[in-house]
């Protein structure tokens, strides 16, 4: 068995607060594996059914938790499902959750099918009205941060992971799509965003659903950014009626709330449906990294459905119209690699 002492550390430290709180832990592999997401963090369940409890290691050279453990204090103020962060060692990079359970929206949508969706991403949807009205100490989403992030598509989605090295022509197209993507996001109304709030950050609970976790990016940022991240999910494709249903209740919701002022329904989907291309092509981009740098080829199969929804988009609207048929022309073809299959 390979070492590891950072899971050796963590046991010793869980051991600890296991103890000030006289909870005896077991021998064996007292914590197991919860999950791996995308970044450095890991996630151990504590195996002691009476006192459901979830360690995390985040190398604090690669992961801040202190972002984490502010906001989860700022969801849960707001009444929402956020885990209680019992203790934090932020030198060593290791916090102690409360555990939200073991269902992710993920499989109970695919499983469940609509009945089970209506339920379930209208309760998403109603605690993501409450969360944009969090006032919390968060960092801009800024232009610069957006262009960050779709620069990513070009760097290591075409050029790293297709090889498609642009032109000048190409990369001025790419240049006028990323502007578009900035001006849209900049001139919606800037509210708390969660940054990833999809089905598998999302948890089934049996009270005050959903569970939300993965929230330590949030930021101050568009309005729509959160929904769409939710209704086109890198890992779960809605029907469009169903999607056109939902953002359409989001809207009568922050209207109602006053979190918006009277925006049409074209204009309001157009900030929809743009602030989700943006996504997309970041999400393209971290898929790619995440494949080349980090040795994680699982979201490779994810990108087919990211592409899908860049086009759909893009035939939406004539601005969009060139660089549509240059992702279908160019790039499509590419994407018919082993590796991207699922």
């Known amino acids: 068995m390979t070492e590891d002492p950072r899971k050796n550390r963590l046991d010793q430290w869980a051991y600890e607060q296991l103890e000030t709180r006289s909870i005896v832990m077991p ?29 995390v290691d985040a190398p604090p050279d690669k ?16 009444g929402l499902n956020a885990p209680v962060v019992y203790a934090a060692d932020h030198d060593q990079g290791f916090m102690m959750l409360s555990d939200l359970g073991m269902e992710l929206y993920l499989p109970a949508i695919e499983a469940g099918g609509r009945p089970v969706s209506d339920v379930l991403y209208g309760d998403a949807v109603d605690a993501l009205v409450i969360m944009q009205s969090i006032a919390a100490e968060v960092p801009d989403y800024n232009s610069r941060l957006l262009r960050q992030e779709m620069d990513l598509f070009p760097q290591w989605f075409l050029a790293k992971e297709l090889g498609i090295e642009c032109s000048g022509d190409e990369q001025n197209m790419l240049d006028a799509v990323f502007t578009a993507m900035i001006k849209n996001a900049m001139e919606q109304p800037q509210v708390f965003v969660h940054r990833d709030y999809h089905s598998r950050n999302l948890m089934v609970t049996a009270d005050n659903n959903p569970g939300i976790i993965d929230f330590q990016d949030a930021a101050l940022g568009p309005i729509t950014y959160d929904l769409v991240s939710l209704m086109r999910d890198c890992y779960l494709k809605l029907p469009l009626d169903e999607v056109r249903h939902w953002v359409a209740y989001f809207r009568a919701r922050l209207i109602e709330k006053d979190l918006i002022e009277q925006v049409d329904e074209d204009a309001f989907m157009r900030w929809f449906d743009l602030m989700g291309l943006q996504r997309h092509l970041k999400c393209a981009g971290i898929f790619s990294r995440l494949h080349l740098r980090d040795g994680k080829a699982g979201y490779l199969g994810d990108i087919p459905l990211v592409f899908e929804y860049m086009k759909e988009v893009c035939a939406c609207y004539e601005d969009l119209a060139i660089f549509g048929d240059w992702l279908s022309e160019v790039v499509e073809q590419r994407l018919n690699a082993e590796r991207f299959q699922r």
């Open 27 to 55: 021998g064996a592999e007292p914590l197991v594996s919860a999950s791996d997401d995308a970044s450095f963090r890991r996630y151990f369940r504590f195996q002691d059914s009476p006192h459901p409890f979830i360690f």
């Open 63 to 78: 992961e801040d938790s202190r972002p984490f453990v502010a906001i989860a204090k700022n969801l849960t103020n707001a």
